[in-house]
């Protein structure tokens, strides 16, 4: 009887989760669907079957640069990952390893700035890259898009940190090893799987995100999420278009992250589950 | 060489003080036991003489050298830690072979140190394997292993077994022990099992509260212990206390009687009591008598005691393995 129960909860939730993973996907699915379709197949109504037509992807090419948005969001992405690290490993690791009274709460004011609403410094920031020239340019979106994920990265990287035994640090420098080639042999070997997983997720962050990318840049700097943004314009709308550049767009880092699932979700859920 | 001395070793984190003030002389090639309840300060005694921690005030010093400032490498010591903080990224051959690594020893010669420890702790099947493809008995080897090949002045071990099931922490234990016998090296060896104290040291250290309760043999500690902590520590099952009328009888504000050392009779003896639960163990029977004047009382019979649950015994204690305490817990002469 317990064992009737427990198969009739399996199907019940596995069939449950399918559904809410289709709901997730869905979007994405119409999108690559109407992608598809002729401009006026796509606003005519909902419609699974598309006529097939290869135009609009043929038409972002052609007419729009669509290799100038994919290079600058690779360079965004990639550069404010590397950045953002550079400040959060050594912070984050110091705050693991030697923590203070305040630790605590600097992790919490780091992440209350994520709380803060965006738009709550468009109108400061703006100004500020505007005198100092550094609207529309990569550098710009750079240091904004590392600013933005740093809270999130430093957080990752301690909870990653924290998870290294101090005993195995205590055991090295038993073992005679200096504070250097305790870095080296020991915590960084150690640390890498974590630094990785926090690595593609702030590539993915970086690359979806669009407030500040859409806001910040014109024609010069504007990323992908930019350039799908585009395709709704004062000439009108082109679902069509726009689903077809929003393909390509999340194509590379639906690819990468298909690929590096399994470091994703360790990262995700670390100490959480084990 | 390895004879360590503290003195006048102190050490508080802020306003809590850990360890108030310890003088201790450790002997070249002594097996030394640290032994108390959890909190009692024995881990923290051996982080500080590791140098893991710094003492607040006092001195310690190995071979004559004062080590206090030394950091933990140079103090010439190895330690096994109970998680056994093996490097989980590193083969068994590289675990072993780290020290000697950082202490820039030649290639040849560590390969052969290491096959040597290897050889001593069954572990040349496995120098290939990662720390987290073995059983916790063979990383406990491993961890061993990483210390011996130092050939340091003493080991250090904080409470290595207790990570171990109890049948592998028997067989560990005597192959520590005989380890030990090998190597004639100074080990100190941090456990909360006093059943470890007793069959592995020469000498074994009470600590209750950061104090020294009391340094002896484990047969000293056994038949004259020094208070009444160390009575109630020491040995097990756990010796039997009474107070009031009883103790009045022996001029003692408490008496102590250990339950191998208390004989039981249903015709007649000092103290009257009710048969409650039995421990059948096989070889012993230990049963727990619910008596008029010391409250429940365990008795240790030896073979299969055949007397039944509720049963009227009395029991009688042998009169020179009887211990009394005065008002201030300390043992009467």
């Known amino acids: 009887m317990a064992r009737a129960v427990t198969t009739r909860r399996k199907t019940i939730a596995t069939a449950a989760a399918w559904l809410i993973a289709f709901v997730i996907f869905f979007p994405i699915l119409y999108t690559v669907i109407t992608s598809f379709k002729t401009e006026p197949e796509a606003i005519a109504g909902i419609s699974l079957v598309p006529s097939g037509t290869f135009e609009n992807y043929v038409e972002v090419q052609t007419q729009r640069d669509y290799f100038r948005p994919f290079m600058n969001s690779v360079i965004m992405a990639v550069g404010s990952t590397i950045l953002a690290l550079i400040v959060a490993v050594p912070a984050a690791w110091s705050m693991a390893f030697s923590p203070t009274k305040r630790t605590k709460d600097i992790l919490m004011w780091m992440l209350s700035t994520k709380m803060m609403p965006a738009v709550g410094v468009l109108v400061p920031l703006y100004l500020i890259f505007r005198d100092t020239g550094l609207l529309d340019t990569r550098l710009g979106l750079t240091i904004v898009l590392t600013l933005v994920n740093l809270p999130i990265v430093v957080w990752m990287l301690y909870t990653y940190f924290r998870e290294i035994p101090g005993e195995i640090l205590e055991a090295a420098r038993m073992d005679g090893a200096s504070l250097w080639n305790e870095i ?37 700097a504007a990323p992908l999420t930019a350039f799908i943004a585009s395709f709704s314009s004062p000439q009108g709308l082109f679902w069509a278009k726009l689903s077809a550049a929003s393909t390509l767009a999340i194509a590379p880092i639906l690819i990468m992250g298909w690929f590096s699932q399994k470091q994703l979700v360790r990262g995700l859920t670390f100490g959480a589950v084990k | 060489m390895g004879q360590i001395t503290l003195t006048k070793v102190n050490k508080t984190f802020g306003s809590t003080v850990v360890i108030p003030e ?10 030394v036991v640290f032994v108390g309840p959890s909190g009692c300060g024995k881990s ?56 000697l690594k950082m202490a820039k020893t030649d290639k040849a010669e560590i390969d052969r140190k290491v096959r040597a420890a290897a050889e001593t702790l069954n572990l040349t099947a496995y120098l290939e394997r990662r720390p987290g493809q073995l059983s916790g008995g063979q990383r406990q080897r491993v961890a061993i292993g990483r210390a011996i090949v130092r050939q340091p002045s003493a080991f250090l071990f904080d409470e290595p077994l207790s990570n171990l099931d109890a049948a592998l922490r028997g067989t560990m234990r005597l192959e520590i022990s005989e380890l030990h ?19 592995m040291a020469d000498k074994i250290v009470v600590l209750n ?89 365990t008795v240790r019979t030896t073979g299969e005691a055949g007397l039944d649950t509720g049963q009227d015994v009395w029991l009688s204690p042998t009169p020179e393995r009887l211990h009394r305490f005065g008002g201030d817990g300390l043992a009467l002469a």
Do not use: C
């Open chain 2, 44 to 99: 923290t005694l051996l982080r500080l003489i590791a140098g893991l921690e710094d003492t607040t005030s006092g001195t310690i010093s190995i071979d004559g050298k004062d080590v206090t400032g030394l950091p933990p490498a140079r103090r010439g010591l190895a330690m096994v830690f109970q998680s056994y903080a093996l490097y989980p990224h590193m083969s068994v051959y590289n675990n072993i072979a780290f020290p």
């Open chain 1, 184 to 220: 080296v042999y020991v915590l960084t070997p150690m640390a890498v799987p974590g630094i990785a997983s926090t690595m593609l997720l702030n590539i993915i962050l970086a690359w979806n995100e669009s407030f500040w990318t859409i806001r910040l840049t014109a024609a010069q």
């Open chain 2, 181 to 199: 016998q090998k190597l004639a090296t100074t080990m100190i060896y941090v456990t909360h099992d006093q059943v470890e104290a007793m069959t």
């Open chain 2, 22 to 31: 310890i003088d201790l002389e450790i002997e070249d090639g002594e097996f």
């Open chain 2, 209 to 297: 509260a950061g104090n020294i309760e009391q340094v002896g043999s484990p047969l000293e500690l056994y038949r004259s212990p020094r208070n009444l902590f160390v009575a109630g520590f020491i040995g097990s099952p756990k010796m039997n206390f009474l107070t009031g009328a009883a103790a009045e009888k022996h001029d003692a504000t408490t008496i102590g009687i250990r339950p191998e050392h208390l004989a039981i009779s249903t015709q007649g003896g000092e103290w009257k009591g009710k048969v409650g639960v039995a421990e059948h163990l096989g070889s012993d029977t230990y049963l727990h008598v619910h008596t008029d004047e010391g409250g429940l009382m």
